[in-house]
């Protein structure tokens, strides 16, 4: 995949979540992204992607079913997000997985509204709450007191010899999840 320039929080994320989907069969995998397209080029069997409001995750299930769904930063601005969990789970196919992240300490930012934020645990227990086997939940998260007051005023372009990678695990900026049906 090509790299491009990155915003500094989310640097970490992706190289946790590209070696997690490289653990996949993703060559054999149909693939959703929901509002994005950052993992069009991955090399999945099909890609789609879709956005609000073209498809509202919240109010149905596409008619399709999916091996793998993506929706990286889309779930905080949901208004229910228990209701497009449930949704997700539904368009799985049998042995899919789900891809979630969200943000966690960052500035609200409402395109168009900004409701949610979760910790490692409370993602792992609101996908399980959705139907998910609990088990079958692996997650992460990433962020340290540098980024986040770095990224109060606006989005910081990721500098290598500036911006530390370090981890703080009292000062999530980002969590993430991939959830296995």
């Known amino acids: 995949m090509q790299q491009t320039p990155t915003t500094w929080s989310r640097v970490v994320m992706n190289q946790a979540v590209t070696q997690l989907l490289q653990g996949?069969?993703?060559k054999q995998q149909h693939c959703l992204e929901i509002s994005g397209t950052r993992w069009r080029e991955f090399g999945f069997a099909s890609y789609r992607s879709i956005a609000y409001p073209e498809y509202d995750v919240c109010a149905a299930c596409l008619p399709e079913t999916y091996d793998l769904i993506i929706a990286e930063q889309v779930f905080e601005h949901l208004l229910y997000p228990y209701r497009a969990g449930k949704n997700v789970l539904t368009m799985l196919n049998p042995g899919g997985h789900f891809m979630v992240s969200v943000p966690f300490m960052l500035k609200i930012h409402d395109y168009p509204v900004d409701c949610t934020r979760w910790t490692e645990v409370g993602l792992k227990h609101f996908l399980h709450e959705c139907g998910f086997p609990l088990d079958g939940?692996?997650?992460g998260s990433w962020g340290n007191r540098e980024c986040i007051v770095a990224n109060f005023d606006d989005w910081?372009?990721?500098?290598?010899?500036?911006?530390?990678l370090k981890n703080e695990r009292d000062f999530p900026y980002v969590v993430w999840a991939l959830a296995s049906t």
């Open 24 to 26: 996949l069969p993703f």
């Open 156 to 164: 910081v372009m990721y500098e290598p010899d500036k911006h530390s």
């Open 137 to 139: 939940i692996q997650t």
